[in-house]
């Protein structure tokens, strides 16, 4: 009798434990469940955006390119749109290809990253001119959307860009750079003249940074109010060299693959 009493102690002491450990179970996966960004984060990196956007640019594959555009660029542009604002696209031209990136900066808030990467454009041997490997920088926009990082090239890039022709006195870049729409009304020529005695293009200025004050955009254009630190160096006459910070006003058109770039009045 006592043995039977103590079987059924046993019984019913195993069957607590398992009613505990199930109880506890459940109420772990609810909370799981709940947590505020437990699912939120993707776990493929979104660097993987990037790496995809190369290989389709490098596959001259414009389909797939604006397939890796994020949902908000296609509400507003169309694959035929899109085809459009990339005619003539420099990257897409043959014998162009990027060869590799270095990511310089990344953030990441859920569903959401940013990343500042030198993209290292191969360009190719022409019979006036050597193969050149051209590192551009490039500011992405990524989205975890369907399964994927959708990418999108952020037009701070058009800013970056201008910066570096600029510090490194490149006017026909610079000339590149600008939209059609200035093309139109001055040649490459026009534009040299134009920036004779430019202070900004004379040994020993350059641009070191930029702060955006203000930025509205949509797909192909956007405005961007930043201040840029201008550096002028030191003189004959002693004065040392200063940092000067310069507002501007940029219109960026996105056309032929990139950010263009122009400077308002305001």
Do not use: C
């Amino acid at each position: 009798m006592m043995e039977e009493k103590r079987l059924q102690h046993i019984k019913w002491f195993v069957a607590g434990l398992f009613l505990i450990t199930l109880i506890v179970g459940s109420v772990y996966v609810l909370e799981s469940k709940n947590l505020p960004g437990k699912h939120s984060v993707p776990s493929m990196d979104p660097e993987t955006g990037v790496q995809m956007w190369i290989e389709a640019m490098n596959q001259r594959n414009i389909d797939r390119v604006y397939d890796l555009a994020p949902d908000e660029i296609k509400e507003q542009r169309t694959l035929a749109q899109f085809k459009v604002d990339n005619l003539n696209n420099t990257f897409l031209q043959p014998g162009n290809y990027f060869i590799n990136y270095s990511v310089t900066d990344k953030k990441q808030n859920g569903t959401y990253a940013q990343i500042v990467a030198r993209v290292f454009l191969q360009q190719p041997e022409t019979q006036k001119t050597p193969g050149l490997e051209v590192p551009l920088y490039y500011k992405f926009d990524l989205y975890n959307e369907h399964g994927e990082w959708k990418t999108w090239m952020d037009p701070e890039t058009g800013i970056q860009m201008w910066i570096e022709a600029v510090n490194e006195g490149d006017i026909d870049r610079l000339y590149d750079l600008a939209p059609d729409e200035i093309k139109e009304q001055r040649t490459l020529a026009q534009f040299k003249v134009d920036n004779l005695n430019n202070t900004f293009l004379q040994p020993g200025n350059y641009f070191i940074n930029y702060n955006v004050i203000d930025k509205q955009q949509n797909a192909t254009y956007a405005e961007i109010i930043a201040q840029v630190f201008f550096h002028q160096p030191a003189n004959q006459q002693n004065t040392p060299g200063t940092d000067i910070p310069i507002q501007y006003k940029f219109a960026l058109y996105y056309q032929h693959g990139e950010w263009k770039i122009w400077t308002l009045k305001w």
